[in-house]
Nanobody, 126 residues
Framework: QVQLVEAGGGLVQAGGSLRLSCVAS????????IAWFRQAPRKEREFVAA????????YYADSVKGRFTTTRENAVNTVYLRMNNLKPEDTAVYYC???????????????????WGQGTQVTVSS
C-alpha cells in the first residue's frame, strides 16, 4: 500500500506558476499510474493530468493542455505537476492519486484510483 502527500499549493496571481509535488511512501511510485485531479467549490472532482508507470506517456485535460506538465522522479519517489499561466478557473483543491492498473480510457475517472493524497489548495487571483 502506498501513501501520498501533496505539497506546493498556495495563492498566486493570474499568469503565475506553481509546482505541486506528490511524494509517495510505503511503495515505489513507479509501481503506479499517477494522476492529478482537482475539485473546485460546488463542483465535481475532475481529471487534470496523468502519467504512465514508465513515464512514457502523459495525459491532460483539454483545459490545461499546453499549460500544465506532469513528470515523475522515481529516485525521490515523487510526481510533479508544473502549472504555468494559471487562471482563476484553476482555483481548486488538487489531489494526486495512484492506480494499480495501467492507464486506460477509464483512467480519466476518479473511481479508477486506489490511493489518494489529502489535497493541496491552489488559489489563483485575478
Amino acid at each position: 500500500q502506498v501513501q501520498l502527500v501533496e505539497a506546493g499549493g498556495g495563492l498566486v496571481q493570474a499568469g503565475g506558476s506553481l509546482r505541486l509535488s506528490c511524494v509517495a511512501s510505503g511503495r515505489t511510485v513507479s509501481s503506479y499510474t499517477i494522476a492529478w485531479f482537482r475539485q473546485a467549490p460546488r463542483k465535481e472532482r475532475e481529471f487534470v493530468a496523468a502519467i504512465s508507470r514508465n513515464s512514457a506517456r502523459t495525459y491532460y485535460a483539454d483545459s490545461v493542455k499546453g499549460r500544465f506538465t506532469t513528470t515523475r522522479e522515481n529516485a525521490v519517489n515523487t510526481v510533479y505537476l508544473r502549472m504555468n499561466n494559471l487562471k482563476p478557473e484553476d482555483t481548486a483543491v488538487y489531489y494526486c492519486a495512484a492506480a494499480n492498473s495501467l492507464f486506460s480510457s477509464g483512467s480519466y475517472t476518479d473511481n479508477n484510483y486506489d490511493y489518494w493524497g489529502q489535497g493541496t489548495q491552489v488559489t489563483v487571483s485575478s
